[in-house]
C-alpha cells in the first residue's frame, strides 16, 4: 500500500509540475507572438488597463481612420515576449501620454536596449516620465538619451516642468502631419495673431516659419514640457521659445520619435488632429508602413457644404449657379426652413413650406446629383445662439420641424447629412442624429481634420462621420473673411493652397460656405472650383457630398487588412463581407521595389514614392510585396 500510495503522489506531482510547465509554455508562446504582429505597432499599455478601455480604443480608432495597423499591448507582455525572443529589429512601439505616465524600470530600459538593437519606438510627452512608484527621475527624463532630449527635470523646474506655447515648423513638414494650410499660417498671417511682428516672424527662426492655428481669435498653445535646445537631432516642430515639440533621433541601430504634445488629452477635448497626424507620421515616414487610404480610390475629395440660413440665400443660390458653380460633382447643400431668423416672427427666414422658388432650387440641386440636408433648427440664429446642453427640450422640437419641412422638399427623401447653426451643437444634438439616421455632420470639432468619429472626453460618437471645417486662423467662410477685411486675392491663394494638398496628400477635406459669402467672394470661390475640376480631369481629385464620405468611409471600417512576412517578400491581405472596390492601399518605395497581385481584383500603379493599389472589387485581396534589396 505504501508503495502503490507514494507512486500515486508521485504522478500527481508529476501531472502539476507538466501542467504549470506547459502553462508557462502557453504564457512564453503567448507573449511572444503578441510581441511579434509583424508590421503592426504595437501600443504599450499599463498591465491593469483592459484593452477596450476608453483611452486605448481612441489610438485604435485613429489607426483605423489613419489606416495604420495597431494593437494594444500590455507593458509586461511586451517585455516577457521580448526577452522571450522577439526580434528587435521588428518592434515598433507607442508609448502614448496621459495614461501611461508610470513604468518600471526595467520596461523603460528594455524599451531603451530595443530601439538601441534596432526597433523603432514613439513616445508621447508624459508617457514613462514616473516610474511605477509615480516619482520623477532624479534630473532628467530616464528616456532622455534615447530621445536625444532633455525634458521632465523636475529638480530644476518642480512645478514650472511645463509652458503654454505656440508651435511652430516648416510648412512641408506641418503637410506631412497631415496639417493642412490654414491650420498653420506663415508668418505674415501669422502675425494677425500673435504679439511678433510679421518681419521678425521671416527672420527669427527661418527653419521654422510656420505658426499651429486654431479656429480663433488668437494664437493658439499648447502645454509643452521644457526641454535642451539639443545639437543633431531631426526637429519636426518647435515651440516659440525654442522647446522641442517633436523630433525624431539615431539611436544605435534604430530610431526614437519624441511628441511633446498631450495627443490623448488634446483628442478627447476635439482637437484629435495631432494625434492622428504624429501616429501616421510614425507608421509611415519613419517605421515605412503600407497605409489603407482614407478616400475613394485613394483619390483627394472635397466636400463643399453650402449652409442656407435666410430666405435670402435664395437669390445668392441663383447667382451662383447662373456662374456654375453647382455644375461640379456632388455638393452637400443644407437648409434652415424655418419662416424666421433671429427670433420668432421676424419673417426674415426662408419659410421653406410655402416659398416655391426655394422649393424649385433644391429640386435643381437635386437634378444636378447634390444632396440636400438639414441646417440646424428652423430658426437659425435663435437655435445657434440659444440651443445649450441644458435645454433640449424646449429646442429639440425645432429640429424635428427643420426635417420634415427639408424632408418634404427633398420629394420624401429624409435628410442624412446634418449642419449645426453658428457651429452650435448642444450634446443632445447627437442623440438626435442617431435618432433620425444623420450619417455625417459638419463641425467646428477638430478643424482641419479629415472626416473622424468624434471623441467627447471618453464618449464616442459612432453613429455618424463628423466633417470639420477648414480654417484659415480664425476665418472659415467667405463672409468671416470680410469681417476681416480679408481681400480677395489672400482668401484666394488659400483656397488655392487647399486644392494642391487636398490632391498631394489623398485625403478628404470639407470646405464650407454661405452663398452670401462667396458671391462676395466669387472669382476666389471659382477659381477654387476650377483648379479642384482640373484635379477631377486628371483623375487625381474628386467631388463629393458628405453622404457619399460617410458611406465609404463606413464601408471602409469593415475592411480587414493584415501583412505577414513570407520568406523574402511580405504578403498582404485583405477582406471584405461585401466589396473592396474602391478601396485603395499605399505602399511605400522606399520599402518595396516591387508589388505583385497574387489574387483578387486590383490595379497597381507606380507613383513618385510609393505604390498605389486600387482594389477593383472582389471581396479578398493578396499581395506579394518584394522588399528593397
Not at 115 to 121: C, F, I, P, R
Not at 565 to 585: R, V, Y
Not at 595 to 619: M, N, P
Amino acid at each position: 500500500m505504501n508503495m502503490q500510495l507514494r507512486w500515486k503522489k508521485w504522478l500527481v506531482g508529476a501531472a502539476a509540475v507538466l501542467c504549470v510547465l506547459a502553462a508557462m509554455a502557453w504564457h512564453q508562446s503567448r507573449s511572444l507572438q503578441a510581441s511579434q504582429h509583424y508590421a503592426t505597432l504595437s501600443l504599450l499599455i499599463p498591465d491593469a488597463m483592459p484593452a477596450n478601455a476608453p483611452q486605448v480604443q481612441i489610438w485604435r480608432e485613429a489607426a483605423r481612420e489613419r489606416g495604420v495597423l495597431l494593437s494594444p499591448l500590455p507593458i509586461s507582455e511586451w517585455m516577457r515576449g521580448i526577452h522571450y525572443g522577439a526580434p528587435a529589429a521588428q518592434q515598433a512601439v507607442i508609448v502614448p501620454d496621459t495614461f501611461h505616465r508610470n513604468i518600471s524600470d526595467a520596461a523603460l530600459q528594455t524599451l531603451i536596449d530595443v530601439v538601441h538593437a534596432g526597433g523603432q519606438a514613439m513616445v508621447v510627452q508624459d508617457g514613462g516620465l514616473l516610474d511605477e512608484r509615480g516619482y520623477y527621475n532624479r534630473g532628467s527624463s530616464r528616456l532622455s538619451a534615447m530621445l536625444g532630449v532633455r525634458y521632465g527635470d523636475y529638480d530644476t523646474y518642480q512645478d514650472q516642468l511645463s509652458d503654454y506655447e505656440e508651435i511652430r515648423g516648416a510648412p512641408a513638414t506641418m503637410e506631412l502631419l497631415g496639417i493642412p494650410p490654414g491650420r498653420y499660417l506663415d508668418a505674415k498671417a501669422a502675425a494677425k495673431l500673435t504679439a511678433i511682428d510679421a518681419a521678425d516672424l521671416a527672420v527669427q527662426e527661418p527653419a521654422f516659419p510656420s505658426f499651429i492655428a486654431g479656429y480663433t481669435k488668437d494664437s493658439q498653445r499648447f502645454t509643452v514640457l521644457k526641454t535642451d535646445r539639443p545639437n543633431g537631432l531631426q526637429v519636426l516642430l518647435q515651440s516659440s521659445n525654442g522647446d522641442v515639440v517633436a523630433s525624431v533621433h539615431r539611436w544605435g541601430q534604430g530610431q526614437a520619435m519624441f511628441v511633446n504634445l498631450p495627443l490623448t488629452y488634446l483628442l478627447q477635448r476635439t482637437d484629435g488632429i495631432f494625434l492622428h497626424g504624429f501616429l501616421a507620421y510614425f507608421a509611415q515616414q519613419v517605421v515605412v508602413q503600407p497605409a489603407l487610404l482614407a478616400s475613394p480610390n485613394g483619390i483627394g475629395a472635397l466636400v463643399l457644404n453650402w449652409h442656407n440660413d435666410d430666405g435670402k440665400a435664395i437669390g445668392f443660390l441663383r447667382e451662383l449657379q447662373q456662374a456654375g458653380i453647382f455644375d461640379h460633382g456632388h455638393q452637400s447643400m443644407h437648409f434652415t426652413a424655418g419662416p424666421d431668423v433671429n427670433v420668432q416672427g421676424d419673417g426674415l427666414g426662408m419659410d421653406l413650406d410655402y416659398n416655391n422658388e426655394a422649393q424649385q432650387m433644391i429640386l435643381k440641386l437635386r437634378s444636378q446629383g447634390h444632396s440636400i440636408g438639414n441646417h440646424g433648427g428652423w430658426i437659425h440664429n435663435y437655435f445657434g445662439q440659444l440651443a445649450s446642453d441644458s435645454n433640449g427640450d424646449e429646442f429639440m422640437p425645432f429640429l424635428d420641424l427643420n426635417n420634415a419641412s427639408v424632408t418634404q422638399a427633398n420629394q420624401g427623401q429624409v435628410p442624412r447629412e446634418y449642419s449645426a447653426p453658428n457651429g452650435n451643437q448642444p450634446l443632445w444634438t447627437y442623440d438626435w442624429m442617431a435618432e433620425h439616421g444623420v450619417q455625417a455632420y459638419y463641425t467646428v470639432a477638430n478643424v482641419g481634420m479629415p472626416p473622424t468619429r468624434l471623441w467627447l472626453g471618453t464618449r464616442h460618437i459612432d453613429k455618424a462621420w463628423a466633417f470639420p471645417v477648414l480654417t484659415y486662423g480664425q476665418v472659415a467662410s467667405a463672409e468671416e473673411a470680410s469681417f476681416q477685411n480679408m481681400p480677395t486675392e489672400e482668401f484666394g491663394q488659400w483656397l488655392q493652397q487647399l486644392a494642391r494638398f487636398i490632391e498631394q496628400t489623398r485625403s478628404i477635406r470639407l470646405s464650407y460656405f454661405h452663398p452670401i459669402g462667396a458671391v462676395g467672394y466669387l472669382p476666389a470661390v471659382k477659381a477654387y472650383i476650377d483648379s479642384v475640376q482640373a484635379c477631377v480631369d486628371r483623375r487625381q481629385c474628386q467631388f463629393i457630398s458628405m453622404g457619399e464620405a460617410a458611406d465609404f468611409l463606413s464601408r471602409r471600417a469593415q475592411v480587414q487588412w493584415s501583412v505577414q512576412a513570407q520568406g523574402g517578400e511580405e504578403l498582404l491581405s485583405a477582406s471584405h463581407p461585401q466589396s473592396l472596390a474602391s478601396m485603395a492601399w499605399t505602399l511605400p518605395k522606399k520599402k518595396y521595389a516591387a508589388v505583385r497581385v497574387r489574387d483578387g481584383q486590383a490595379q497597381v500603379q507606380s507613383t513618385e514614392d510609393a505604390w498605389l493599389v486600387r482594389a477593383q472589387g472582389g471581396t479578398q485581396l493578396r499581395l506579394e510585396l518584394r522588399r528593397q534589396p
